[in-house]
């Protein structure tokens, strides 16, 4: 069996689509506040309503995120891999997490400390930026595979009306 050099920080930072836009002098800064985390399988991560410590990059592997509703039970609401964040809500200081966080498949996060991450959004206004247009741009798309989610759990009971002009408003 061989033994493999842990991977640099710096490395993984550059190869996650997460930050594809962000310069190479603040991914370093971004290295010197992160930390890696090899995690098992089954392992929780954060639970639903508690405060938000780490911001968490997914270097590899899968994470689960399920919301538990009462007479409901948990339901998965989006898996996490490569490239990703989960643990946004650490940048909005104390923060309730919104999900719980389960590892499906065993893998690699780079892990933020959620006050570290804030002070150098705050003291850095160019990765403040950065970073703020990376997680504004993945919770988009999040927004959206709920909505589609949502869709396919409720089902088309009956056609909503479109919109229509009026020919009034498009004759004149």
């Known amino acids: 069996m061989t033994d493999h050099p842990p991977p640099d920080i710096t490395d993984l930072l550059r190869d ?13 800064k971004l290295a010197a506040i992160a930390r890696i985390e090899q995690v098992d399988a089954a392992t929780v991560l954060f639970q639903e309503g508690s405060r938000c410590e780490r911001l968490y990059l997914v270097a590899s592997g899968l994470i689960g995120l399920d919301m538990c509703m009462p007479r409901r039970g948990c339901v998965r609401i989006l898996t996490v891999g490569e490239g990703e964040f ?76 479109t919109a229509h002009h009026s020919q009034a408003a498009t004759t004149s």
Do not use: K
Request: glycine content about 6%.
């Open 16 to 28: 996650a689509r997460f930050l594809q836009d962000i310069s190479a002098d603040d991914l370093d």
């Open 86 to 161: 989960l643990g946004w809500s650490a940048l909005l200081g104390n923060a309730a997490m919104t999900a719980r966080a389960t590892v499906l498949e065993s893998g690699t996060l780079v892990a933020f400390s959620a006050d570290a991450l804030r002070e150098l959004c705050d003291c850095d206004h160019d990765v403040g930026y950065a970073i703020m247009r990376q997680i504004s741009q993945a919770l988009s798309q999040r927004l959206l595979a709920t909505r589609l989610q949502m869709l396919d759990v409720f089902g088309q009971t009956s056609s909503a009306p």
